[in-house]
């Protein structure tokens, strides 16, 4: 591996605390004043080797609920990059931009239901938020194959991408609940290619349908692949947020013993659901703007995930346009960014997750450095600028396709690279708040995945394709130095932060700082 101009940073930068997640007082929403002293009538943990913990179960279980969560988010994602303009167009005489708005609303439902479906999951549970919303999605879709007029087929579109975003919220949460920190990397890595893969495999799909059937036929295939989605989430997602099994075991204890004192800490909370719902909606938002940090990282992230949706006119300008394939061939050409995608989780499993592991028995008991992630990213952003330049000066019509088609590998290897980089960099160095920051990140990138398909169209007109692709390649080029700063930087801007306030004092064991002592 290439050096890099500044070296990560050793243990003893390190400004974070231990992982949270596996310890349920560290949760400030479900803490009780009762758990500072010893309360026998409390059920505050699981017992060594119970199976009602999750963390407890076979890893073939959880490998399946793993996968099973990554097929809800690639049918969530397929749906919202259904490209299906020039079919609408035709039927109810929409302006481009209006077609536009068929994939742009549905991504801009993804900004309202991170805010609706993460609180209600911690109030309710995993499976309830993964069962109703995930219902009410196949019911929209239906309601847009029915659809008569340009309006109702927008609602529908909007609507259907709020409720889609229920698994886009909940599975990584699902994950983080069955698996305990030392696989959590590898399972994510493993999941995150979902989200990347399901906007390649719709275009194809859409492209095909529209050569041949009606658009309404991709609705119905949507509204049937949630129908089996749904069968599955039913009969074979158990519930998983451990406060709620908590409470379920506290209220077998009661029936068991007939002594109604028995209680779990989330049966005590004395927030509402209106409470909780206001304080996430304006407490991802206060966190985001206080943090310079933050606020780089999700401009970065929002600006690869808005190419991304770009795309989806672009490559129809390249390859429909210019080099007259079919709607359908021209959806094939996005399917090398998943495989790219697909060889950068390869390589992070084989190297980079052993290689993190490595450090953290090199670390241990402190935990590794955030800036510890950000190798990978080095790498990436270079390489995700690169692949613009690549799909601009290949983009020729008397070229051959193969060059921009094969850009895509290095396109999506880089983008999941910068994914998986700086996603766990913002819950390493965010630990204690890192639901709000992912939550503001989220909301952020849905804008930008909804806005950059709307510009594309002018952008490419005015520029031509080689220049417009250009334009984005350097901006992607003033985005490189984020990573390099921040791992100069990052501890200084840590140890400011209202939000990550930890220091390398705070996390010693205490038997090491009697050791360290002058006495």
């Not at 394939?325 to 094939?332: D, M, R, T, V």
């Not at 080095?378 to 983009?395: D, E, N």
């Not at 390099?484 to 700082?513: H, I, M, Q, T």
Request: contains cysteine; proline residues 8%; charged residues 15%.
């Amino acid at each position: 591996m290439a050096s890099t101009p500044n070296p990560l940073p050793s243990c003893s930068s390190s400004t974070i605390r231990n992982d949270p997640t596996d310890d349920p007082t560290d949760d400030p929403d479900i803490k009780s004043e009762s758990q500072s002293d010893y309360d026998p009538y409390l059920i505050d943990n699981f017992e060594p080797g119970d199976p009602a913990n999750p963390k407890n179960w076979s890893n073939a279980k959880r490998w399946y609920l793993t996968m099973l969560s990554g097929l809800l988010v690639l049918n969530a994602t397929f749906a919202s990059s259904s490209r299906i303009f020039t079919n609408l167009r035709d039927e109810f005489h929409m302006s481009e931009k209006v077609g536009i708005l068929t994939l742009s609303l549905f991504v801009c439902g993804y900004c309202v239901g991170p805010i609706l479906w993460g609180p209600l999951s911690e109030q309710y549970g995993r499976r309830p938020l993964f069962i109703y919303p995930f219902f009410v999605y196949a019911w929209f879709m239906v309601g847009g194959a029915l659809a008569q007029n340009t309006a109702s087929v927008l609602i529908f579109r909007f609507l259907g991408g709020t409720f889609a975003a229920a698994p886009l919220t909940n599975s990584g949460a699902l994950i983080a609940d069955v698996w305990d920190a030392g696989m959590r990397g590898k399972a994510l890595a493993v999941f995150t290619v979902a989200p990347f893969a399901g906007p390649a495999l719709g275009p194809t799909a859409a492209g095909f349908i529209g050569d041949h059937i009606s658009w309404r036929w991709l609705f119905w295939i949507l509204a049937a692949f949630a129908a089996v989605c749904e069968i599955l989430i039913i009969f074979t997602i158990p519930e998983t947020y451990k406060p709620v099994l908590l409470a379920r075991k506290a209220k077998e204890k009661r029936l068991e013993t007939q002594d109604d004192r028995y209680y779990a800490p989330i049966e005590r909370e004395q927030t509402n659901l209106m409470e909780r719902l206001e304080s996430v909606v304006i407490r991802p938002f206060v966190i985001l703007f206080h943090e310079p940090m933050l606020i780089a990282l999700t401009l970065y992230m929002s600006f690869v995930y808005g190419c991304l949706y770009l795309l989806f006119t672009a490559y129809p300008i390249v390859f429909t346009q210019a080099h007259g394939f079919s709607a359908g061939i021209s959806g094939l050409m996005f399917l090398p960014i998943p495989i790219g995608g697909a060889i950068a989780v390869v390589l992070y499993v084989l190297y980079y997750n052993p290689k993190y592991e490595e450090e953290a028995r090199r670390c241990e008991p402190r935990p590794v450095p955030p800036e510890f992630r950000l190798e990978m990213v080095f790498i990436a952003g270079p390489l995700f600028a690169a692949s613009f330049f690549w799909f601009a000066w290949t983009s020729f019509p008397h070229l051959s396709y193969w060059g921009p088609l094969l850009s895509g590998l290095l396109m999506g290897f880089s983008i999941q690279f910068i994914f998986l980089g700086l996603f766990n960099y913002i819950v390493d160095a965010y630990l204690a708040v890192a639901a709000s920051a992912l939550a503001s990140s989220t909301v952020v990138r849905s804008m930008f995945g909804a806005a950059f398909p709307l510009f594309a169209p002018d952008l490419y007109e005015a520029l031509d394709t080689r220049w417009a692709s250009s334009l984005l390649g350097f901006v992607a080029i003033l985005m490189i130095p984020i990573p390099f700063v921040l791992n100069k930087y990052g501890r200084f801007l840590r140890r400011k932060s209202r939000f990550c306030p930890y220091n390398e004092e705070d996390e010693a064991p205490k038997e090491k700082k009697k050791e360290n002592s002058p006495a």
